[in-house]
């Protein structure tokens, strides 16, 4: 799989978009981007996925640059509980394709 | 709620204990992983079973035994375990209607081994 490059912590004020960037300059033609975040001590939760078009959830936003090295997760109107760590993961497809997990970018919203 | 539950939530047990995780998934899925999840580091996956067969085995010490007795449970046997195994174990399920790698997680068990 893939290396992603995403910064370590991000703040947003509650009502802001969040925009959080990823890096990942090796991707292959094959392989999608997948977001997912955790709130403290939960599971990680799937949050969306894309190969090369942007998507749109009722979640978030995700943007891809045309040569596909980088993208941008968007929460349009951040909220308390979206405050959590977000991992941008790149992998190949199939029902038992692994995800391998990075450090993520911790999310604070703020009042 | 994901679809995905385990139990127990919490385990405390000593080194010399033989203990087992139970994960249960109602999505009808066809995979499902353990993840290991120590204090401030990064999810690291365990094992990967798809269609009850072993895909994955991440290096993982033989202190650790997977079973998957069918496609919806999945065990993780535990016995002589070291302090350093103290972590979060959580599980998930993929596969079904999906071709993609959107993995549904469970809560996890917060496992201390004293």
């Known amino acids: 799989d893939a290396k992603t490059t995403q910064p370590t912590s991000m703040d947003c004020a509650e009502g802001r978009a969040a925009n959080l960037p990823c890096n990942h300059s090796?991707?292959?033609?094959?392989?999608?981007v997948y977001w997912y975040r955790q709130i403290h001590s939960q599971g990680p939760q799937y949050i969306i996925h894309?190969?090369?078009n942007n998507e749109t959830n009722e979640m978030a936003s995700l943007i891809i640059t045309e040569d596909r090295k980088s993208s941008t997760l968007i929460l349009p109107h951040a909220t308390l509980r979206d405050t959590a760590v977000y991992y941008c993961i790149v992998s190949g497809t199939g029902t038992a394709s692994k995800l391998t997990f990075g450090t993520g970018t911790r999310l604070q919203v703020t009042l | 709620e994901t679809g995905v539950t385990q139990t127990p939530r919490h385990l405390v047990m000593g080194m010399t204990n033989k203990k087992s995780l139970k994960c249960e998934q109602h999505l009808g899925h066809n995979a499902m992983y353990w993840y290991k999840q120590s204090a401030k580091k990064p999810l690291e996956l365990m094992f990967v079973?798809?269609?009850?067969?072993?895909?994955e085995n991440n290096s993982v010490p033989s202190r650790f035994s997977p079973e998957c007795p069918n496609s919806s449970h999945l065990f993780l046997h535990l016995h002589t375990l070291q302090p350093e195994d103290s972590a979060l174990y959580l599980c998930?399920?993929?596969?079904?209607?999906?071709?993609?790698?959107?993995?549904?997680f469970g809560p996890g068990t917060r496992l201390t081994v004293l």
């Open positions: 998930a399920s993929s596969g079904k209607d999906s071709l993609y790698n959107e993995q549904f």
């Open positions: 894309g190969l090369k």
């Open positions: 090796t991707i292959s033609g094959n392989e999608y």
């Open positions: 079973y798809n269609f009850k067969e072993q895909t």
